[in-house]
């Protein structure tokens, strides 16, 4: 079995792990929430700095965690698109320069595809082709995987993330950030049948409606203006109610196109990963729903949802064992589709 070391910088979260073949032999993590969350939101050189600052004690702890030394690993990886440029930049300039000192290949993985690569550290997934909802801070997207490395994009947001909408939605609420488990948490105790808000489409120049996109931008409006009319009308907002009926909406949302999209495919299986995979009432809602049109499901294990390297670290070994490899020279993007990410590999580097 192949071991790895992985780093995944893309954002505000930094993290390294050692995997071998499918078993994490060690996993750290370094958050900046607390920090980001002083501006609603992450801010790309803050982020960069605290990941200069944090990488080099994480590795050191997953090498000690695991007991291995550098000369037992089999290859070095790091997240290298899509996210935040110099975030990225520091991840992938210590990876390589490990590699280097080390002698070691170095294989720079596309954060998506490590997402996709979360769910096999759960149940086994049955053979594909199967529907993938990815739906993250940055990202809303269905994904058919005939294979380890081949993927056909079937949908996406044309505007704001579900994550981003949770965000933006929990600042309006005088939520904390992140959105999503600030949303959670008020949500607990309201009721979603409240307010209705509406479950955004995209339009086709031909008429009609796109069956399988997404759109929150709208869901985000009508939540402002819900909390204007509320607010001019005096008395203290009913944040429970409020959290609970967006949260409703985004569910229903997600869990009704996934599943139209993967019977019109013909696809058997939905695969649910992401940040916002690990919310409660979307997990509970898919798994109805599924049940209800006789489709399987799997989720990623709730530890390995948000951003962490042990993902980054299986894209790399599934790549690795297929005789991928990076060149030293490429570069990072912050913007990147996953239908590309097999142009990471190969002496001709895309950036």
């Known amino acids: 079995m192949s071991t790895v070391l992985a780093l995944e910088t893309s954002c505000d979260e930094s993290a390294a792990a050692i995997v071998s073949g499918r078993r ?41 965690q695991s007991g291995l030394a550098m000369a037992d690993l089999d290859a070095i990886a790091a997240t290298v698109a899509p996210g935040l ?31 996709l690569c979360s769910v096999h550290l759960g149940e086994p997934l049955p053979e594909g082709p199967y529907l993938v909802l990815l739906v993250s801070g940055g990202h809303t997207e269905l994904v058919r995987v005939e294979a380890p490395g081949s993927y056909v994009r079937l949908g996406r947001s044309r505007d704001d993330a579900a994550g981003e909408c949770f965000d933006k939605v929990a ?30 489409r995209v339009s086709l120049p031909q008429g009609g409606f796109h069956p399988y996109d997404f759109s929150f931008s709208g869901l985000k409006t009508a939540v402002l203006r819900q909390v204007q009319t509320l607010s001019q009308a ?25 599943c139209r999209c993967a019977v019109e495919a013909g696809l058997q299986t939905i695969v649910l990963v992401g940040g916002v995979a690990a919310n409660r ?24 949802c948000t951003d962490n390297a042990a993902m980054v670290g299986l894209a790399a070994i599934e790549r690795f064992d297929a005789g991928e490899r990076s060149g030293i020279a490429l570069g990072v993007a912050a913007r990147l589709p996953l239908e590309q990410a097999g142009t990471l590999y190969g002496q001709q580097p895309p950036f």
Do not use: C
Not at 93 to 114: C, M, N, Q, S, Y
Not at 235 to 255: C, I, K, M, T
Not at 285 to 304: I, K, Q, S
């Open 24 to 64: 994490v032999l060690a996993g750290a993590v370094a958050s900046q929430m607390e920090e980001h969350a002083r501006w609603g939101g992450v801010v790309p050189e803050i982020a960069s700095r605290r990941h200069v600052e944090a990488l080099p004690a994480l590795i050191a702890q997953v090498l000690e």
């Open 85 to 115: 440029a110099g975030a990225l930049l520091v991840g992938s300039v210590t990876a390589r320069t490990l590699a280097r000192l080390h002698d070691k290949p170095f294989l720079g993985v596309h954060h998506l595809e490590g997402h």
């Open 171 to 200: 600042r309006l609420l005088g939520l904390g950030y992140p959105g999503g488990p600030a949303i959670e948490a008020a949500a607990m105790n309201g009721d979603p049948g409240r307010f209705r808000f509406p479950k955004g």
């Open 234 to 258: 005096g008395g203290s907002l009913p944040v429970a109610d409020l959290a609970a009926s967006f949260e409703q909406v985004v569910a229903e949302v997600l869990v009704e196109r996934s």
């Open 281 to 304: 009432r979307l997990r509970r809602g898919m798994a109805e729903a599924t049940a209800a049109r006789g489709l399987g499901w799997r989720v990623a294990p709730l530890a390995y």
